[in-house]
């Protein structure tokens, strides 16, 4: 091939995957035999030539292009570990064809593959023989995982999360240790949490009453009208055959009685109105514990009862001419019938009448306990409480067994007589103004604002090491693990296997991961890895306007959101390809959702997978609307922002910063609507928008055939949508199914961008140059296991940067070069 020559159009890619398939070969030659020391030196030579000719006009110590110069670059660096982040820059944009830039002479494919290869075995050698598993910092659990852990340890079910200050992020992700500092001001709120936790799990909480309030998600009032009802299941912990109210757990303290209060839309102008007129109440009895609460009415099919039939105006309020009915309203425990309310169908109002919309919950409170009976022992007790001091004798030790095996879980390691003695002291302190209940209970207190269970605190280097990395025990690597998988402490099973060494064993490992999978708790690694990674947590915040998008409620955000959360979930249970993220054949709908997308044969408020016709344009990560919603505005969609957050998220190639002061789209031109393609050919035209455009814009393209919500169109601005886009290579591409191919020609890529980000939140810290060889190898082990998910998440957890940690006195003498 000459200098200059380009790659037809879907041939590029392929050529790209078979040069990484050779990366693969030369780098397990590296590992497993000789190598052809002449060929390494032939490419060796080749290398700085090839930096002269092809990189140095722009990436120079005067022009300095992306922060890169390769002026005191030589090869000889990449053996001894010099400049490894500049040789990682290298690496990644020439394996990935995105250097040279196209419009600039080129290698041809043998002196890219070489030179590739070469990089890559070398880099991978340096670091075989150079461990680094990075820095390890003592990092403070954030607010998940503290709620977490206290859940399993206690078996409290509370929102603690709620109680406790958002976290700070860092590398998109909030369990970074960097990031997780800590200040007086959240101290204390960390004892006021551990008070109120230890309260709950002894059952030593006052007698006196108090209420907690549940405000139920809904869309705001239409058209200055009230808020709307809907003639459909809630959710699944509702029964089949009702509509509209909702379900919460709640925790009774005591047995007694408690009052179930709901307060129900009246259609005013403001909902945000609590008036006593719509004020029900339903007394009924509890025993202490957690219950599932709900309230709601019974489905009905006639239109007064399932569509806005009357509207009202500012200057005329139609009456009603017949009386409301009464409703049955029926309040849940358990999932069984406790009591049933009979309600008015409709409330008159002196500015509104209640025949708007159907009756419907806003808000549920639960107060109590009243006439309290005292407490039976709750699942929380039973596992605090392992014994019972029946004299004065027994109480100090059983405190001391009661609190050893707190402390044993809380801080994941084995704990002595002198590691409990100051919560023994606490103890005891208490317990001489009050009963060994209450003794107990400040222990507790102590444990949870430990130190010990707060930070994650490894085990020191074993004697004898002093300036390089070392395994860390199966203790610390249990901790890791659990924080990891389950964002939570190590369960009795993994701490024991832990204890006795058992951990590393042949195929134990692997076992726990599995095991950890497919627990309920492994549901964490959807709601914080997936949350983040995919910007679901930003789905909340998304405010689509009720204009342009009049059929967007909180039914459809709720269900675009359970899409995906069930389409990750399933993934990881099932150990599926990563590639199904970019194409599957398969999605989880219900009838809401399904009907967005314009897929029949789905009814009903619960989601099921769904095989997807091949015709649909939908499937993987892209065709889901709760990507396409929080990669839009709210009221246009945008293509800067789509193709950002591939690039970002999926090829793990984000573009630099804009330049400051980067001028606004422009949507209209002499008076005539412009389409996002004219909107962003007028912003191109500024040469110093045109380079990072011209990666991101193609990608954006590929998906305007999607508007702000996800739904699909074929109009824009009142013409019709040019989904076809040039990339940077010259090759093109053409809608969904053309980007979807795009990606899968580039699998290796983004199978390597997931891993990199799956170790990332892993990790969690930052990767850099000493983390990707092994994240290159991990990505090419599970190219070789048809991209299963779990042989990532294996090969990360028994990468060094997971199983090992530098020694303190290797991390300062790094920290003052």
Not at 108 to 126: C, F, H, K, P, S
Not at 572 to 589: C, E, H, K, Q, S
Not at 672 to 691: D, G, I, M, V, Y
Request: with cysteine; net charge neutral; proline share 7%.
């Amino acid at each position: 091939m000459k200098p200059g020559w380009r790659v037809p159009a879907g041939r590029f890619a392929l050529m790209v995957s078979v040069l990484l398939t050779g990366t693969c070969l030369f780098a397990s030659a590296q590992a497993d035999g000789p190598v052809d020391n002449a060929l390494a030196e032939d490419r060796a030579a080749m290398i700085e030539p090839m930096l002269d000719k092809y990189c140095s006009r722009c990436h120079n110590d005067f022009d300095n292009v992306a922060g890169l110069s390769v002026e005191d670059l030589r090869a000889s660096d990449v053996v001894s570990g010099r400049n490894a982040e500049a040789w990682e820059k290298i690496l990644r944009r020439v394996a990935s064809g995105e250097m040279p830039p196209h419009s600039k002479p080129q290698p041809d494919m043998a002196q890219r593959v070489a030179m590739v290869e070469w990089l890559d075995a070398g880099r991978a050698q340096y670091v075989a023989a150079h461990p680094d598993p990075g820095k390890s910092a003592v990092r403070r659990l954030n607010r998940v995982e503290y709620a977490n852990a206290v859940r399993d340890l206690l078996g409290v079910e509370a929102d603690l999360a709620r109680d406790l200050p958002p976290d700070n992020s860092g590398f998109g992700f909030d369990n970074i240790a960097d990031v997780l500092s800590v200040s007086p001001t959240l101290m204390e709120r960390y004892v006021a949490v551990a008070g109120k936790v230890a309260r709950q799990a002894t059952g030593l909480v006052p007698a006196r009453a108090f209420v907690t309030t549940w405000q139920v998600p809904k869309d705001g009032s239409v058209m200055n009208s009230g808020v709307p009802a809907f003639n459909e299941r809630a959710g699944a912990d509702l029964p089949l055959a009702s509509r509209g109210g909702t379900a919460m757990r709640y925790f009774a303290r005591y047995d007694g009685m408690y009052d179930v209060v709901a307060w129900l839309n009246s259609n005013t102008n403001n909902e945000t109105d609590r008036l006593t007129e719509d004020r029900y109440t339903l007394r009924l009895p509890l025993t202490a514990g957690t219950h599932r609460i709900g309230v709601s009415f019974r489905r009905q099919t006639w239109p007064d009862e399932s569509v806005q039939w009357l509207r009202s105006d500012t200057d005329y309020v139609p009456l009603p001419l017949d009386k409301p009915k009464q409703l049955p309203m029926d309040v849940w425990v358990d999932g069984k019938r406790a009591g049933t309310v009979q309600v008015p169908s409709w409330r008159m109002h002196p500015r509104y009448s209640q025949r708007n919309f159907p009756r419907d919950v806003l808000q549920v409170d639960v107060a109590g306990p009243y006439d309290a009976k005292g407490m039976a022992e709750t699942p929380s007790q039973s596992a605090i409480f392992t014994c019972r001091p029946r004299t004065a004798a027994e109480e100090v030790p059983c405190a001391q067994k009661i609190v050893a095996s707190l402390a044993w879980r809380a801080w994941r390691r084995p704990v002595s007589a002198a590691d409990i003695a100051p919560l023994m002291r606490v103890y005891a302190a208490e317990r001489a103004n009050g009963t060994f209940e209450q003794g107990i209970e400040v222990a507790i207190e102590a444990v949870l604002v430990s130190p010990q269970f707060l930070f994650v605190v490894e085990s020191p280097p074993p004697a004898g090491i002093m300036s390089t990395a070392y395994p860390v025990s199966d203790l610390d690597l249990a901790t890791r693990l659990a924080l990891f998988l389950w964002s939570s402490i190590p369960d009795e099973r993994l701490l024991s296997l832990a204890e006795q060494g058992q951990l590393r064993a042949p195929g134990v490992l692997d076992a726990e991961i599995a095991r950890m999978l497919a627990d309920p708790r492994g549901h964490a690694l959807t709601e914080n890895f997936a949350g983040q990674w995919l910007y679901l947590r930003n789905l909340d915040q998304q405010r689509p306007d009720i204009t342009e998008f009049p059929d967007f409620d909180t039914r459809l955000r709720t269900a675009m959101a359970t899409e995906t959360k069930m389409f990750f979930t399933y993934i990881m249970g099932a150990n599926r390809p990563v590639t199904d993220f970019i194409r599957a054949d398969y999605t989880f709908l219900n009838q809401r959702l399904a009907r967005h997308y314009g897929i029949g044969g789905v009814s009903g408020t619960a989601f099921r997978k769904v095989a997807l016709d091949p015709a649909t344009a939908r499937g993987g990560l892209l065709g889901q609307a709760s990507i396409l919603t929080v990669t839009s505005y709210g009221n246009h969609t945008s293509v800067v922002k789509r193709g950002k957050w591939i690039l970002d998220n999926m090829l793990a190639s984000p573009p630099p910063p804009p330049p400051p002061d980067v001028p606004a789209l422009k949507a209209e031109h002499d008076g005539r609507k412009l389409t996002a393609r004219q909107q962003l050919e007028l912003h191109r035209a500024n040469p110093s928008c045109a380079a990072c455009h011209v990666k991101m814009d193609p990608l954006g393209f590929a998906l305007e055939n999607f508007d702000a919500v996800g739904a699909w169109r074929t109009v824009d601005a009142g013409q019709g949508i040019d989904n076809t886009a040039t990339m940077p290579d010259g090759s093109t591409i053409a809608g969904f199914t053309g980007l979807q191919q795009v990606l899968l020609d580039r699998r290796d890529e983004f199978a390597q961008a997931f891993t990199e980000r799956l170790m990332t939140y892993a990790l969690a810290r930052g990767v850099g140059p000493s983390d990707m060889p092994e994240i290159r190898a991990i990505a090419r082990r599970a190219a070789k296991e048809d991209y299963r998910v779990q042989t990532i998440v294996r090969g990360i957890v028994t990468s060094p940067a997971f199983t090992m940690r530098k020694t303190a006195a290797l991390q300062v003498a790094e920290a003052s070069r």
